[in-house]
């Protein structure tokens, strides 16, 4: 397969084994499942598709087309697909075998979903995607199709998942009748239905030939009741109603005339009600206008006090104002010399924090300036701690080497018996009487007495190694010395303690400088002298031609006390008149208010007086004076007395007529009336409804009806019994079948189960058995006599397992099956299982198997694996790590570059280990056509010169070419292949 420009990867290219182990690696974020997801793209979405999973597929940071490229083998099929996503979508279809087609467009996704609809097996190519980040529950693979028949096939049936689908069949049959839950279906119920409904129509025509006659009973006895009705009427009830309305006349008449004298007497209560309250008010206002005369007079009296004591005190407030003015005239005048005094302080204390800060800044200067002298001292020095670790050990070595010498050498031990000088190889040596004179020999020693003797020792061979070994460590010391820039360790040492004084000098230096600082730096110090500096400055400006006293800070700070102390003097007295003056001021707002008060009262009372007299003025010109007002109050009590006289008589009339007896008559006669007319008129109503029902059940031919219904229920029962016993036997018939489904599942699960159990014991140990249920789903796992159910498993058993399952299924399922794909897992797997789990991949050869992995190592005892590594995202560069093959195999031509052996289908040739190709090769994008032959004849598919075979021929022809080459042993002069396989890669053509 080959893609471009898909997610984050920009290009890649790669191929997989037909059969056997292909281990992709790359780490994380590469595109290794990025790429299985865009074949899933390829063959189930069209290129025009604007769904989600093409829109993930475009890049994130770039507006390009994505396209995709997939050769494949399916079934009897070997085509190659490419389809361009996003911008200028495109779909191509080249289908190489069994007979070369090409289609583009829509038609070409047409006829590769017909030729995988037909070819793959949907349930088992999802069962064996064992996909990253899955939850760790079995598989089923019970809706395997091609499963199945592989199973049944093993298990000794006719390897076919149905015996050509009876049991479906059959099934289909039992749904007509019923539902899966086993309720009668929708046949059943609209049987059992039509037969209800009959019955129900069959009842309901004879219950209205019962209502019919129960109909023509009821209209004889209403004919015969109507004549009775009316003479009641006529002879009872209307004279009776008569009567009533007439007593009934006299109480109206009776009644107007008390109301009219009820009037009468109301309006006369009402005449005397406002003579009397007009007398009242009269009264009332001339006492309110007395009162408020005398209220209006009292408040003018006790106004006069109040304003004169107002006076008098407003005169004392402004007493105390004009000398809270001198008082806080004297406190500003003295607090303003506090000021003045406590510039002068702060201008001196910043002064002095300014001369501070300058000498903590000469002091961190010259310090650092002694630290950057050492520092450059030890910089400039050659001589470090490995160094002088160096020159140390060198001289230890010389050392050794010397009493090596002096311990293996011959030694000379002269004794002077009187003063005489000796020279020892050239050198004068001056020895008094008694002095002795040692050396060791390291090669060769002459000693000489001038004049006297000369002595020559020679030390041999042996003390030649010595010396050269001395010799050798004195050289060795010497280049240490050399490189560390000193003569000897003796200088060493000195330069490394002067080295040591140097950093202690650093240390130390920096240990004040950060006690100079405080915790701050440089930069900060300086800072605060600018602030500081600027304070003074500002200071300065402030307090002007004005100079500090002769005492300097102390004396400064002694006169802002004094000044400080007469501020506060002055504060104080001018406390005290501030509080006097707002005794007085609240005294004269008292007083204000009081006058404020009696003089709006007095004004108030003046008002209220005159609007009274006014009043009282207004109602004498409108309704007269006092005799004019009591003369008229007399007048309407005689009237309201002749009133009530006149509404007693008129009431004992009414009374003595009984209008209560009268009324209840008069309802009674009526009431009884309306009840004989409602049943006279229900009668006539019943006998009208009567009479129409009649005629329509005479026209509808009811009996005619009846017989017609009679025979829909015999219809409808004989469809009933009928309908039963089909329904009854076809679930006969499904249960039976599903009976021998069960048992055949129980058969034909052992195949699944023992080629399981046999990889199993691989991984866990030869104790291993497992449970599969008839879904084809382990549910149980035995280890040495052990059982626990799938769910209380570890996630790595569960995960090693769930793999072994999908192993098995893939190699049962052989040429009709679908790749077995992990992608990333084994995560929970430790590494002894590990290493056995590879062991059984390794052995994996009639099945395709692909595996995702970010850890190379995990697959490392999968040694024939076909295995793919894979660069960054940005450049996604594919590249194969060609794995040598095992002892005694012949090592085949690997497909071409840009070819894609077997991602879905069966695999149509083995697969023997890939080596490098050393022929430069097209890809697929460039050379479709020279991919698609190179790839052909590499899997033994397509014969050089013959055409095309069949793919069981295909295979068997590679296997042959394979045995031959093998025993032969012939290869290649040139390239170092198999002669068939040289003779394969001269068929490419001119590339």
């Not at 506090?338 to 001369?355: G, H, I, K, T, Y």
């Amino acid at each position: 397969m080959a893609v471009t420009d898909v997610r984050g990867v920009t290009s890649a290219e790669t191929r997989f084994a037909p059969e056997g182990v292909t281990i992709v690696e790359a780490p994380n974020e590469t595109g290794k499942t990025t790429l299985l997801e865009a074949v899933d793209v390829l063959l189930e979405v069209k290129d025009s598709s604007r769904s989600q999973r093409v829109k993930d597929l475009q890049p994130a940071d770039r507006d390009v087309p994505s396209t995709i490229e997939v050769e494949l083998t399916c079934g009897e099929y070997h085509l190659t697909c490419t389809k361009t996503y996003h911008r200028q979508p495109a779909t191509v279809l080249t289908i190489h075998a069994p007979t070369r087609e090409t289609l583009r467009g829509a038609d070409a996704h047409d006829r590769l979903r017909a030729i995988l609809d037909a070819e793959v097996d949907p349930a088992l190519y999802a069962a064996l995607r064992y996909a990253q980040g899955r939850d760790l529950a079995a598989v089923p693979f019970g809706g395997s199709n091609v499963l199945a028949a592989r199973l049944d096939a093993a298990a000794g049936g006719v390897g076919s998942a149905d015996d050509g689908g009876l049991l479906e069949r059959a099934a289909a049959a039992y749904l007509r009748w019923y539902t899966p839950t086993g309720r009668p279906g929708q046949a059943l119920q609209a049987a059992a239905r039509e037969l209800g409904e009959a019955e129900a129509a069959h009842a309901a025509l004879l219950d209205r030939l019962d209502a019919l006659q129960r109909d023509v009973d009821e209209l004889d006895r209403i004919e015969r009741q109507l004549p009775e009705l009316r003479r009641r009427r006529a002879e009872q009830l209307e004279p009776r109603l008569a009567a009533a309305c007439a007593a009934q006349a006299e109480v109206h008449e009776a009644r107007a005339e008390l109301a009219a004298r009820r009037a009468a007497q109301v309006a006369a209560v009402t005449d005397l009600t406002t003579a009397r309250r007009l007398v009242a008010q009269r009264a009332e206002q001339v006492g309110r206008t007395v009162q408020l005369r005398r209220e209006a007079d009292a408040a003018a009296l006790a106004l006069a006090p109040i304003r004169a004591r107002l006076t008098e005190t407003e005169r004392a407030h402004e007493e105390h104002a004009t000398a809270r003015r001198q008082a806080a005239d004297a406190a500003g005048r003295t607090r303003r010399q506090c000021d003045d005094a406590q510039l002068v302080v702060d201008l001196l204390e910043a002064r002095a924090e300014r001369e501070r800060l300058a000498r903590r800044q000469r002091r961190v200067e010259e310090l650092s300036a002694i630290a950057r002298e050492a520092e450059a001292a030890v910089a400039g020095s050659r001589l470090d701690e490995v160094g002088l670790a160096a020159i140390r050990e060198a001289a230890q070595a010389v050392r050794v080497a010397e009493a090596a010498r002096a311990a293996g050498a011959p030694s000379l031990r002269l004794v002077a018996h009187r003063d005489l000088d000796v020279v020892v190889d050239g050198e004068v040596v001056a020895l008094r009487a008694g002095d002795e004179l040692s050396r060791t020999v390291a090669a060769r020693l002459r000693v000489a007495v001038p004049e006297l003797a000369e002595l020559e020792l020679t030390a041999g061979s042996s003390a030649d190694g010595l010396q050269a070994a001395v010799d050798a460590a004195r050289h060795q010391l010497r280049d240490t010395c050399a490189a560390a820039g000193v003569a000897d360790p003796e200088e060493a040492e000195r330069a490394a303690a002067v080295r040591a004084a140097d950093l202690a000098a650093v240390q130390r230096c920096g240990a004040d400088v950060a006690r100079e600082l405080e915790g701050a730096t440089l930069a900060a110090l300086q800072a605060a002298l600018d602030t500081v500096e600027g304070r003074v400055r500002a200071l300065e400006d402030r307090l002007g031609a004005r100079t500090p006293p002769a005492g300097g800070l102390a004396a400064a700070r002694e006169v802002v006390l004094d000044a400080r102390d007469g501020a506060d003097q002055a504060d104080e007295r001018l406390v005290a008149l501030q509080a006097a003056q707002d005794e007085h001021a609240q005294e004269l707002h008292a007083l204000r208010t009081q006058v404020e008060v009696a003089e709006a009262g007095l004004a108030a009372c003046r008002r209220t007086l005159q609007g009274v007299e006014q009043r009282v003025a207004a109602q004498r010109a409108e309704d007269g004076d006092d005799d004019h007002l009591e003369a008229a109050r007399t007048e309407a009590e005689q009237r309201e007395e002749a009133a009530v006289r006149s509404l007693a008589a008129a009431e004992q009339a009414l009374a003595a007529l009984d209008p209560a007896a009268v009324g209840r008559e008069e309802v009674a006669a009526r009431a009884a009336l309306a009840t004989l007319d409602g049943d006279i008129g229900d009668l006539r109503a019943a006998q009208a409804t009567l009479r129409e029902r009649l005629r329509l059940s005479g026209e509808d031919g009811l009996g005619e009806l009846v017989q017609h219904a009679a025979d829909r229920l015999t219809q409808a029962r004989i469809d009933h019994r009928r309908t039963t016993r089909r329904a009854t036997a076809a679930r006969l018939l499904h249960e039976e079948l599903t009976r021998a489904r069960e048992e055949a599942y129980q058969a034909y699960r052992a195949p699944l189960c023992e080629l399981i159990t046999r990889d199993g014991r691989t991984v866990f140990g030869a104790g291993l058995e497992v449970e599969v249920d008839e879904d084809l789903c382990i549910v149980g796992r035995t280890l040495d006599g052990v059982t626990l159910p799938w769910a209380q498993l570890s996630a790595g058993a569960r995960e090693q397992l769930a793999i072994l399952a999908g192993l098995a299924a893939a190699q049962l399922a052989g040429g009709d099956g679908v790749p077995f794909v992990i992608d990333d897992a084994l995560g929970y797997t430790d590494p002894t299982r590990l290493e056995r789990l590879g062991e059984v991949l390794d052995r994996t050869t009639d099945a395709q198997v692909i595996v995702l992995t970010c850890v190379a190592d995990r697959f490392r005892t999968v040694r024939r694996a076909h295995v793919v590594q894979l660069g960054d995202r940005t450049t996604a560069t594919v590249t194969e790590i060609p794995v040598a093959p095992p002892a005694g195999s012949v090592p085949a031509v690997a497909p071409p570059a840009g070819s894609v052996p077997a991602v879905a289908g069966p695999a149509v040739s083995p697969a023997p280990e890939p080596t490098a190709l050393p022929l430069p090769l097209p890809s697929l994008a460039q050379h479709p056509g020279a991919a698609t032959r190179s790839s052909e004849v590499a899997r033994g598919r397509r014969r050089p010169k013959d055409g095309i075979a069949p793919p069981r021929q295909g295979r068997d022809r590679a296997r042959t070419g394979e045995v031959e080459a093998r025993d032969r042993g012939a290869r290649h002069p040139d390239a170092g292949l198999p002669a068939e396989a040289a003779a394969l890669t001269l068929d490419l053509g001119p590339h």
